[in-house]
C-alpha cells in the first residue's frame, strides 16, 4: 500500500493525482498500461506536527482540571447551604457528596462537606450516619468545631448524653466564641442526664 508525500493519504495503484490533496503522483506506465505511482511511499502517512493545537489542548485541560478540581467543590458547599435553608435536604446531599467526591486534592473542602452531611443526616433522624461524617471530617480536620458540634446533636438524638457532652466541650474549646451556644448545649444534655 502506497501513501501520499504530501498529504498522506492513501494511493492505489493506478491512480494518477492524490484523492485526498489532487498532487500529481505520476510515475511509469507498467505492461498493462497503468500508471505506477512514483511520489508515494509504502511507509505510513507522515504525521502532521500541530504544536500551537497540542499546547492549547494541554492548557485547556489543565484549566478544567482547576475547574473541577479547585473551584467546583467550594461553590457546591456554598450552593448545599442555600438548599439547607430551602429544606431541600436530599439536594444539600447531593451537592455535598460531589463536592466530597472533587475535593481529592483539598481536605479543608472534604471536611466541609463531610460536616454538612453530618447535620443533614441529623436533621433526617439518620443519627449514625450523621456519626459517621462528623467523625471522617474529625479525622481530616480535628479543629473543625462544627463536626463535634454535629457529632454531639446526633449522640443527643440516640441518647448517648456523655458523649454529646464531650462532643460539645471539645467544640466550646475549639470555638470559644460561640460559648453561649454550647454552654446551652452541655447544660441541656446535663439536664437530661439528671445532673
Known sequence: MA???????????GIRFCTGCGTPVGGSVNNAGTVIPEQATTSLPPKKKNIKRNML?????VVILALVFYILPPLLIRSSYSSLDKGNYDMAIIKNNIANILSLLQPDIKSTSYSNLAFVYFLYGHYDEAITYSTKAIKLNDSDSNAYKFRGYAYIGKGEFDRAISDYETALRLDPYNDALYKELIEDAQRALGR
Open 57 to 61: 489542548i494541554a492548557v485547556a485541560g
Open 3 to 13: 501513501f501520499c508525500t504530501k498529504c498522506g493519504a492513501n494511493i492505489e495503484e
